[in-house]
């Protein structure tokens, strides 16, 4: 079955620098690929997704990239700031269900 | 628009104890998907309920059932619970031509 890894497991950044994350897939039939952010005590928050004919979008600081034939796709976050702070996802959706990478704590120090 | 609503926020239950725990999809959606998230990890797939029947399952027991209303609300039952199910439970809802899913703040349930 589909396997997702994600890397790295905490990042810390100054405010203002970039952010990257990166995720790997095993299932070559998965073709939509969504990232999340999770704030404490909440439950995950779709920031952006992309699907397997496409291989950037962007939605202002936040882009995600996807390399099909490396299986492996990136979430880039620009300008970071403080409320940029929470845990990331990435996933992968195989077989109608989304398979989710083990979580990104993404730190912002001021 | 409400979005989707889940409760109790919290519960504590022994070992052998039966639970449910409720959900409410956002409003337009009728399909439910419900996860489990232990500390520290990525949320598990439970199980999807379209149109009141259960429409994919994943890796988990026969413990774990659910259900869907005709008001596209969905309960998750729990039988003979272990202390590996303390974990938190999401549910999330989307309409059946989409994969965007929507999250509850989920219910946080710890087996003593």
């Known amino acids: 079955g589909e396997n997702v890894e994600q890397h790295p497991s905490t990042l810390s950044v100054q405010e203002g620098d970039s952010a990257v994350i990166k995720c790997t897939y095993s299932d070559s039939a998965s073709n939509y690929f969504p990232w999340y952010k999770q704030e404490l005590g909440k439950g995950p928050q779709l920031i952006i997704d992309?699907?397997?004919n496409v291989g950037e979008k962007k939605d202002q600081r936040i882009a995600v990239t996807l390399n099909k034939t490396a299986k492996h796709f990136s979430l880039h976050i620009t300008e970071t700031q403080p409320e940029d702070s929470a845990v990331y996802f990435c996933?992968?959706?195989?077989?109608?269900?989304?398979?989710w990478g083990a979580g990104t704590k993404l730190i912002i120090k001021p | 628009d409400a979005g989707v609503t889940q409760s109790p926020t919290h519960l504590i239950k022994t070992r052998g104890q039966q639970v449910t725990l409720r959900c409410s999809p956002k409003?337009?959606?009728?399909?439910v998907s419900w996860y489990q998230q232990a500390l520290g990890q990525g949320p598990q797939f439970i199980f999807q309920y379209y149109e009141e029947e259960e429409r994919q399952r994943g890796n988990f027991p026969d413990r774990f059932s659910g259900h869907q209303f005709p008001n596209y609300s969905s309960e998750l039952n729990v039988n003979a619970l272990l202390l590996g199910d303390s974990a938190l439970y999401l549910c999330?809802?989307?309409?059946?031509?989409?994969?965007?899913?929507?999250f509850g703040s989920g219910t946080q349930l710890s087996v003593l």
């Open positions: 992309i699907r397997s």
């Open positions: 999330a809802s989307t309409d059946s031509y989409s994969e965007k899913l929507f």
């Open positions: 996933a992968a959706s195989s077989n109608y269900q989304l398979i």
């Open positions: 409003s337009g959606h009728d399909t």
